[in-house]
């Protein structure tokens, strides 16, 4: 994975004129880390994607440098991972079985994503979008 969020990260907050400190509060993380995304080092939880891309009301696929498109409709309230991987999975006609064998995400990592257990990290994100060729907005609910 190319990994731009950083860059895009510091272009937003000169944009923005916002500190390290600022992106802290919005982030609620140590400042710690928030050096690391600025430099590359690591990329966001997705929680705190969310955050972000709330604040700067932008889509994720911006911020991580899947698109260049800004874009800023998105939902506030977002539905359960569960309930939108259901929704996707039963338009493009696919199972847990099928996600598995053309993905490689193991049974026990889908299924607890199904009880809403766990959220997937940032690759597997990218790795379902890719699959059901969709944005990672669209795949948690953030567009239509």
């Known amino acids: 994975?190319?990994?731009?969020?950083?860059?895009?990260?510091?272009?937003?907050?000169?944009?923005?004129?916002?500190?390290?400190?600022?992106?802290?509060?919005?982030?609620?993380?140590?400042?710690?880390?928030?050096?690391?995304?600025?430099?590359?080092?690591?990329?966001?939880?997705?929680?705190?994607?969310?955050?972000?891309?709330?604040?700067?009301?932008?889509?994720i696929d911006f911020l991580i440098g899947r698109t260049e498109n800004f874009e800023n409709n998105y939902k506030k309230q977002l539905p359960l991972f569960s309930s939108q991987l259901k929704k996707i999975m039963k338009n493009k006609k696919n199972s847990q079985y099928r996600l598995n064998l053309d993905t490689h995400i193991s049974r026990e990592t889908l299924y607890n994503w199904s009880i809403d257990k766990r959220f997937p990290n940032i690759e597997h994100l990218i790795r379902l979008a890719d699959y059901f060729d969709c944005s990672i907005d669209y795949l948690i609910g953030r567009e239509d």
């Not at 000169?14 to 600025?38: F, P, Q």
Request: aromatic fraction near 12%; glycine fraction near 2%.
């Open 1 to 59: 994975m190319n990994n731009n969020f950083g860059d895009i990260l510091k272009e937003l907050m000169i944009i923005n004129n916002l500190s390290a400190n600022d992106i802290k509060n919005i982030s609620d993380v140590n400042i710690s880390l928030i050096y690391k995304w600025l430099n590359n080092e690591s990329i966001p939880y997705f929680h705190n994607l969310i955050k972000i891309a709330d604040y700067f009301n932008c889509s």
